[in-house]
């Protein structure tokens, strides 16, 4: 018989597995950016490679069932999502491999001035959307992509972006969120929709896709070094992640792309200064 303190604990996962889901889903982020802070407050014993490589296998889960929902609704830029996805590739088991050799209280100190730094950028830069069915003024160069995407519900987006800057710099987001067990989709989400100028419910579903492909790549690496552990926490928190993934999928439907990058970036003002706090 399973004693009660177990089943609270597997139940209590499992809740937050949902609700870190959920929201993460529904900003396009997949959760990471809230599950770390959380794992390191839940086992403040443990080292923050073995963390991360929770993070990260739980945030694949939670982006595979979001891209899929995703994909139903073709919002996914699958063209640019595969493209960044493969240049994240390299620095994503770089970053895994890196983050065993850093201290718990300067991992904390690192991610929550990063968190912090990244939800400011966020505030003072606020970003119109691009609304459905408007054509933007492309301007036509070597590397740019011209690209339309029209969604189940009838919606048409028109937008072009910089492919060779997107491949730079998603080189060098793969090592960061792969170092931090993030998933990467707090920096994924505006950097599609500041810098190469996606339409918000563009940006949140191609980030899905971008986060399953980071996650599995860091999830293996952290196989391969053998620092994956707590396959029972990873189980409970995916149940929890699959179901949400799809809630968090549908409610950003009704909730307006503006919202959804102030809601990230007030989350992680949240995040960052409790983790700033908890590493002095």
Known sequence: MIPHETLWLYASL???GFVVSAYGTLIGAGGGFVLMPLLLLLYPHE???HLTAISLTVVFLNTFSGATAYARMKRIDYKAGLTFAAA???????GALTTASVSRRLFECIFSIFLISLAVFM????KKDIPAGRRLNIVPGKNRIKHREVTTDG??????????LGITIFFFLGFIASFFGIGGGSLIVPTLAYVLSFPVAIATA????IVAILTFTGTMAHVFIGSFYGIHRVIALGIGMLTGAQVGARLSNRI???????SLAIALVVV?????????
């Open 155 to 164: 919606m048409t987006f028109d937008y072009s972006y910089n492919r060779t």
């Open 14 to 16: 499992i809740s937050l």
């Open 123 to 126: 505030i003072l830069r606020p």
């Open 88 to 94: 994240t590739i390299p620095g994503a088991v770089i």
């Open 256 to 262: 307006k792309g503006p919202w959804i990058i102030r």
């Open 206 to 209: 191609t980030s899905q896709l």
């Open 272 to 280: 960052g200064v409790r983790m700033f706090i908890s590493a002095f």
């Open 47 to 49: 080292d923050p490679h």
